[in-house]
């Protein structure tokens, strides 16, 4: 049986998965690090002092009230149509709210205002990251770093875009530069242990995370980017060591329990992986990976019509999934329904994420 589980899946939402250390600590965090900064300095882009009255606003997007704060900065900008710091701020709410192309476009009038502001180019770099348009995040990058060289962001900016990429080499040079700045960035020791995972320099890749879990004890993302590589080096009781952490950590952080899940189907603890992924399922149904990692366990069970219901659910979720594909033209082919074994594969090479060895057993011909 060829089945892909857990973080093996030769598929864009596995590496997604595995990306969430870096890209996900990055972005959900990055944006909101330089707002405080800003407020806590008495920074500014454009002016050296903040007034009360916008300093509210930014309140309102620590918080979380991203419509009020879009409000209220919509007034200021009506007031003062070149006030680089309110489209700045109003771009951040509506990043917060998905509204990623309302953002650009107020981060684009804050470069137009101040072409010289790293910190315009650095938000829209980001943005730009969420929408998938890396080329452009790493321009972005580029500019911010052609204005002030030692823009920390902008390493990690451009490291996560390369690392997107797949250009790992590039991804771990920027890092190492953000590193050598500044020696506490926890995202960037993650982005590193990401980007030396993906070259399978485990070791590397460890030592990377032990490091930011020494500098955050905290962090979800440490534990469970260990877990992945300790994982992926059949570490598995250390691994799931890590991964008990991070869900002790955050009770709710899904890829913590596919990880786990994954590490207890190599053990061949099928119920405690089926427990795992449930748990996935509950917290997110849209959770297209956990329901084929589950069907794979039930497939592995002989279990086979839970095993083709959790590979439907999946595609139902994500009709561009290779990995369900292949795992449901597997226990087609288990079953000799070659037909729908063959047109699974199909889909699955079509999306160019198969299993090479499966593809050639499941075209030799078969006897009568």
Same mark, same amino acid.
């Given at each position: 049986?060829? &089945?892909?589980? *857990?973080?093996?899946?030769?598929?864009?939402?596995?590496?997604?998965?595995?990306?969430?250390?870096?890209? *996900?600590?990055?972005?959900?965090?990055?944006?909101?690090?330089?707002?405080?900064?800003?407020?806590?300095?008495?920074?500014?882009?454009? @002016?050296?002092?903040?007034?009360?009255? !916008?300093?509210?606003?930014?309140?309102?997007?620590? %918080?979380? @009230?991203?419509?009020?704060?879009?409000?209220?900065?919509?007034?200021?900008?009506?007031?003062?149509?070149? @006030?680089?710091?309110?489209?700045? /701020?109003?771009?951040?709410? /509506? +990043? =917060?709210?998905?509204?990623?192309?309302?953002?650009?476009?107020?981060?684009?009038?804050?470069?137009?205002?101040?072409?010289?502001?790293?910190?315009?180019?650095? &938000?829209?770099?980001?943005?730009?990251?969420?929408?998938?348009?890396?080329?452009?995040?790493? $321009?972005?990058?580029?500019?911010?770093?052609?204005?002030?060289? #030692?823009?920390?962001?902008?390493?990690? *900016?451009?490291?996560?875009?390369?690392?997107?990429?797949?250009?790992?080499?590039?991804?771990?040079?920027?890092?190492?530069?953000?590193?050598?700045?500044?020696?506490? $960035?926890?995202?960037?020791?993650?982005?590193?242990?990401?980007? /030396?995972?993906?070259?399978?320099?485990?070791? +590397?890749?460890?030592?990377?995370? @032990?490091?930011?879990?020494?500098?955050?004890?905290?962090?979800?993302?440490?534990?469970?980017?260990?877990?992945?590589?300790?994982?992926?080096?059949?570490?598995?009781?250390?691994?799931?060591?890590?991964?008990? !952490?991070?869900? #002790?950590?955050?009770?709710?952080?899904?890829?913590?329990?596919?990880?786990?899940?994954?590490?207890? $189907? %190599?053990?061949?603890?099928?119920?405690?992986?089926?427990?795992?992924?449930?748990?996935?399922?509950?917290?997110?149904?849209?959770?297209?990976?956990?329901?084929?990692?589950?069907?794979?366990?039930?497939?592995?069970?002989?279990?086979?019509?839970?095993?083709?219901?959790?590979?439907?659910?999946?595609?139902?979720? =994500?009709? #561009? &999934?290779?990995?369900?594909?292949?795992?449901?033209?597997?226990?087609?082919?288990?079953?000799?329904?070659?037909?729908?074994? $063959?047109?699974?594969?199909?889909?699955?090479?079509?999306?160019? !994420?198969?299993?090479?060895?499966?593809?050639?057993?499941?075209?030799?011909?078969?006897? =009568?």
């Amino acid at each position: 049986m060829y &089945f892909f589980i *857990g973080f093996n899946f030769f598929d864009d939402y596995t590496v997604r998965e595995k990306k969430i250390n870096m890209v *996900g600590l990055g972005l959900l965090n990055r944006s909101l690090i330089v707002l405080c900064v800003l407020i806590l300095t008495g920074c500014s882009t454009s @002016d050296q002092q903040k007034k009360s009255s !916008k300093n509210q606003e930014i309140f309102y997007v620590i %918080k979380g @009230d991203n419509n009020q704060a879009i409000s209220d900065y919509s007034k200021i900008i009506d007031k003062k149509p070149k @006030d680089a710091d309110a489209f700045i /701020y109003r771009g951040t709410a /509506y +990043e =917060n709210l998905g509204q990623y192309e309302k953002a650009l476009s107020d981060y684009t009038r804050a470069i137009e205002i101040n072409p010289a502001d790293v910190n315009s180019y650095n &938000f829209r770099g980001n943005t730009y990251i969420k929408l998938k348009q890396y080329d452009q995040a790493i $321009s972005d990058f580029n500019k911010a770093l052609e204005i002030y060289p #030692e823009s920390v962001s902008a390493y990690i *900016g451009r490291g996560e875009s390369n690392y997107a990429r797949e250009d790992f080499d590039r991804a771990i040079t920027d890092f190492d530069r953000a590193i050598g700045i500044e020696p506490q $960035s926890v995202i960037s020791y993650i982005g590193r242990g990401n980007a /030396y995972a993906a070259k399978e320099k485990y070791p +590397e890749s460890v030592s990377d995370f @032990d490091k930011a879990i020494e500098l955050a004890p905290d962090s979800v993302f440490a534990y469970f980017g260990r877990g992945t590589v300790l994982s992926s080096s059949n570490q598995l009781d250390k691994a799931i060591s890590d991964f008990d !952490k991070a869900i #002790e950590l955050n009770p709710a952080f899904v890829p913590a329990y596919t990880g786990r899940g994954e590490c207890y $189907s %190599k053990k061949h603890q099928l119920d405690q992986a089926i427990a795992d992924f449930n748990k996935a399922i509950e917290i997110d149904p849209s959770s297209f990976a956990a329901y084929n990692s589950r069907g794979v366990i039930y497939a592995m069970k002989g279990q086979y019509k839970q095993a083709i219901s959790d590979f439907n659910k999946a595609l139902e979720i =994500n009709p #561009e &999934f290779a990995g369900a594909y292949n795992n449901r033209s597997v226990t087609y082919y288990s079953h000799e329904e070659y037909d729908k074994a $063959s047109e699974d594969m199909n889909k699955s090479e079509s999306l160019k !994420k198969f299993n090479p060895l499966f593809i050639m057993d499941i075209r030799k011909p078969r006897g =009568n």
